[in-house]
């Protein structure tokens, strides 16, 4: 066996800092493995020790695949993999399935039909185009027969890729009432493929899609990864979808990978965007020669804690039943349901509390907000800036997501992708007296005349721009802002083979946008600091493609911000998956906002148990303190509606908490 290389960490005492099932899983030759296990119980470390111990093994990074739910935490997973075991861990791949979708594909995606250096359309773009081809094949409506929007349209097809339904099915079963338009959406869904193709782009949906049919269509792609990775490691397994299982099977379709994926059935949340916990249940079926490791000691929470979540899922009838046992000993906190008359006085608790904790000594970064649905951050929102307690905040508007940040991103992704219809479009709309027939006149010249260069010569990329769309009609008024920007594109690549680095080409494109900024955006001044900060981020970015990556992948896949010592965390329960903090706050935890009013009235059982496991994997965050509290009014003044405490609540047995007064 291969020892440390010089300079590295001493090989870590995996005896020493893992329990006996643990370590099992850590160090097993089979395979095909399954951890399976509750909250808390150290599947992610479990991982995270796997990988340490492959590569101490001689096993080199390079022929590791870890697969997660965000990629936050694989870096974190990665990084924490290297203090262990030393720089090996820097040549693992690591990531979302998205963007290891992403890395490869963007290696061979003309297998695919697609030219070099794709767009990824973000949903925004994806809502422009669906709109404007909604208008085209459905533009006369009755008030009487409506056509749906371009956003259900887009839930439709999405929801129908994920779950490896047609859309036709998807339609029939989720979305009777639109049956009637079958016909026109067909149509709608065909050239939204078709456009997609013809801009070189892909959707978020299209990188499963695009990956799983590479790995199926193309045999030697298939093979080659196959030989590449030795191990492939999936964690957050219970939600998968079937595309992210057909990705995994394929890639571990081989002789010689070796698998292991570790979940927790009772933490599924994500069944309404296709993910199934079937996966987790028919793991040993489908790979008969799979070890199932189970672990049941609790390292997270504190006694108290372990035993609310224990109470919170046993409501739950659909469950492999687990039981946890904590390794921590009590506290002096007894969890506490805080009922409050309306949501402005919550927050003020919230935020009371925050304080005195915080001038106890916790810091902020140990401490969340929790909450169902985004908006139920409002007031927390506003009661933490008046008290002046710094948050962050993982479930609201991204940076990538704003209008100004869009503008300067979309000069660099025309310049990697000249096709990039999108990009053009909200750059043409930057110009005066440009609208949507204009717009898409110049893209017409703009597209044929880049064809006709791209044609005489696919590698060389475009330059001289301004005798190349000597043709394109535009606007009168609009002529100087194109001639500006015809300028700026040439100014973005200097000369044949030059190459400005990510950061200095944002910076053009700010002087370039600065009038339109002006005027079209208020708040100027921040809007600038934020380009600014953009710059200053890409600092380090080595090539624009790298960039536009990581740009499209960070505004749709996770909602990832980057540590800061002192703030407080709110997110959604969702985003929350996977992550722990020494304080939890549990919020709006009224009927009818949690679980939703929706729900309720469906009365749909597995519905309303997904409901009770988002509940379970809220208070499974908390270590030492959980809260829990709801508004018995929700509104301001006369707009107010009285809310009983939640379900979750009422079941809880008596004892297991205490009733504070806010
Ligand atoms: P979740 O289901 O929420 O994803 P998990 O099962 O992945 O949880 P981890 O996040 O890996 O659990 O571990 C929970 C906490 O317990 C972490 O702080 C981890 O470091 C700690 N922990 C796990 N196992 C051990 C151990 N053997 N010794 C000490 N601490 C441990
Ligand atoms: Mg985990």
Not at 318 to 331: D, E, S, T, W
Not at 494 to 509: H, Q, S
Not at 638 to 657: I, K, V
Request: proline share 5%; with cysteine.
């Amino acid at each position: 066996m291969p020892g440390p290389l010089p300079g590295a960490p001493a090989v870590p005492d995996f005896a020493a800092e893992l329990n006996d099932e643990q370590l099992a899983a850590v160090q097993t030759h089979a395979r095909h493995a399954l951890v399976i296990a509750g909250a808390g119980s150290g599947k992610t470390r479990t991982l995270t020790y796997r990988v340490a111990w492959l590569l101490s093994q001689g096993v080199p990074g390079w022929r590791v695949l870890l697969l997660t739910f965000t990629n936050k935490a694989a870096r974190e997973m990665l990084e924490r993999v290297g203090s262990l075991i030393g720089p090996e861990s820097g040549s693992i791949w690591g990531g979302t399935f998205h963007s290891i979708a992403n890395r490869i594909l963007r290696r061979h995606a003309e297998m695919l039909g697609y030219r070099q250096g794709f767009t990824i359309l973000d949903s925004d773009d994806q809502r422009a185009l669906m709109r404007r081809l909604v208008k085209l094949h459905a533009g006369k409506q009755s008030k009487a027969n409506p056509f749906p929007k371009p956003e259900v349209l887009l839930s439709l097809l999405s929801l129908a890729v994920n779950t490896g339904r047609t859309w036709e099915e998807t339609l029939a079963a989720d979305y009777p009432q639109l049956c009637k338009h079958e016909e026109t959406i067909g149509q709608i869904y065909a050239d939204y493929a078709r456009r997609k193709v013809e801009t070189n782009a892909m959707d978020f949906d299209d990188l499963l899609v695009n990956m799983v049919r590479l790995l199926s269509e193309h045999e030697e792609v298939r093979l080659h990864l196959q030989e590449r990775f030795l191990h492939v490691l999936v964690d957050e397994y219970q939600d998968t979808n079937v595309l992210q299982e057909r990705m995994i099977s394929l890639l571990c379709g081989g002789s010689r990978t070796h698998l292991m994926v570790v979940g927790d059935d009772a933490q599924s949340i994500y069944s309404w965007r296709g993910a199934r916990v079937d996966h987790i249940f028919d793991f040993s079926r489908r790979y008969p020669d799979a070890e199932v490791f189970k672990i049941e000691t609790n390292y997270r929470s504190v006694p108290a804690i372990l035993e609310i979540s224990n109470a919170a899922i046993a409501q739950n009838e659909r469950q492999f039943l687990k039981v946890l046992r904590p390794v921590r000993a009590a506290n002096k906190w007894m969890p506490a349901v805080v009922p409050a008359p309306d949501n402005r006085t919550e927050a003020q608790f919230v935020a009371r509390r925050i304080d005195e904790l915080m001038g106890q000594g916790i810091p902020g970064k140990d401490i969340a907000v929790l909450y169902r649905a985004h908006f139920h951050s409002l007031d927390v929102q506003m009661e933490l800036t008046r008290c002046h307690i710094p948050f962050r905040i993982t479930s609201g508007l991204r940076f990538f997501e704003q209008a100004h940040v869009k503008d300067v991103v979309a000069y660099l992704r025309l310049l990697s992708n000249p096709r990039d219809e999108m990009a053009f479009r909200r750059i043409a709309a930057t110009f005066p007296r440009v609208g949507e027939v204009s717009a898409g006149k110049m893209w017409q010249g703009w597209l044929a005349a880049c064809e006709a260069r791209l044609q005489s010569a696919p590698e060389v990329p475009l330059r001289g721009y301004e005798e190349l769309m000597r043709g394109v009609s535009v606007p009168a008024l609009a002529r100087p802002n194109w001639q500006s920007f015809l300028a700026t594109m040439e100014a973005l690549r200097p000369e044949e083979g030059v190459e400005l680095t990510p950061a200095e080409m944002v910076r053009l494109v700010q002087k370039e946008l600065d009038a339109w900024f002006r005027s079209a955006y208020d708040n100027y001044d921040e809007r600038w600091e934020d380009i600014e900060q953009l710059s200053r981020t890409l600092a380090d970015m080595p090539s624009l493609e790298d960039f536009l990556s990581q740009v499209a992948l960070l505004s749709e896949a996770d909602r990832e911000v980057e540590p800061d010592d002192d703030c407080v965390t709110l997110s959604t329960i969702h985003q929350a998956k996977g992550l722990e903090w020494k304080v939890v706050f549990v919020i709006f935890l009224g009927e009818g906002m949690f679980p939703h009013y929706r729900v309720i009235n469906a009365g749909d059982a597995r519905e309303l148990e997904e409901e009770t496991r988002l509940f379970y994997v809220a208070v499974t965050r908390a270590q030492d303190q959980l809260y829990l509290t709801y508004p018995r009014y929700n509104g301001h003044s006369y707009d107010s509606m009285y809310c009983p405490p939640s379900r979750f609540l009422t079941s809880l047995p008596q004892g297991l908490f205490e009733v504070w007064s806010e």
